[in-house]
């Protein structure tokens, strides 16, 4: 167990839709990262926030958004879904560069 | 962008043999992580690296950051059936501030027993 949980595990939705996914860091940890697993493309990193702030992005299209609450849970927007949405979306936390995974949410559009 | 190329795609080997991949960056990090994923779990952290040269052990795992640090290698010895999985490497480049991960394709592992 990473200590990194995500909710939900699965997600199954339409296109056009809008969702939300939740990630509790490690205790202490101050850094959230969010990475998007595609069969074709990999894991990408699409954003990372530090103690609240964002920090970094990668590849993140302008229909996602994050953001990083103060108690260090962050959420993951995904609006006007298409079907190429359809991945494993993980957040990872760390507190040096070692980053450590939750177990993802899966992401189904049909 | 940075890209990792990650080698072999994939393996099968007999259990018990050991078992070597490695990872080449187009350019220099300062740190080379190695994860296991399992299906239907996320990465699992398996060894840090963090200075050139460095040779880090976790039990039958075996990581090298290379000297050049634009690669690094894994080697698990004496492999067994629960080594099956997907590996993966990982570097970051600590340029503006940011710690994000670059990750390798991944090199599929099968243990035949």
């Known amino acids: 167990d990473s200590g990194v949980t995500q909710t939900p595990k699965h997600l199954i939705t339409a296109t056009g839709q809008r969702v939300t996914l939740r990630c509790s860091p490690r205790?202490?940890?101050?850094?959230v990262y969010w990475y998007q697993q595609s069969l074709d493309q990999g894991l990408q990193f699409l954003i990372q926030y530090y103690n609240g702030e964002e920090r970094a992005k990668g590849n993140i299209l302008e229909r996602f958004s994050a953001q990083q609450f103060p108690d260090l849970h962050s959420e993951l927007n995904l609006s006007s879904l298409e079907l190429g949405d359809s991945a494993l979306y993980f957040c990872?936390?760390?507190?040096?560069?070692?980053?450590?995974f939750g177990d993802g949410t899966r992401l189904s559009i049909l | 962008g940075q890209q990792l190329n990650q080698s072999p795609q994939s393996m099968f080997i007999q259990e018990g043999e050991d078992v070597s991949m490695n990872c080449t960056s187009s350019?220099?990090?300062?740190?080379w992580l190695w994860y296991k994923q399992d299906p239907g779990e996320g990465p699992v952290l398996l060894i840090a690296l963090y200075k050139a040269g460095e040779l880090t052990s976790n039990g039958r795992l075996t990581a090298q950051f290379g000297i050049t640090r634009k690669d690094s290698f894994l080697n698990i010895s004496a492999s067994i059936p629960s080594d099956v999985g997907i590996y993966f490497c990982a570097g970051r480049d600590s340029g503006a501030g940011s710690y994000q991960l670059t990750f390798g394709k991944g090199t599929k592992l099968s243990v035949i027993p």
């Open positions: 990872a936390s760390s507190q040096d560069r070692a980053q450590h």
């Open positions: 205790s202490g940890d101050l850094s």
């Open positions: 350019s220099i990090f300062n740190t």
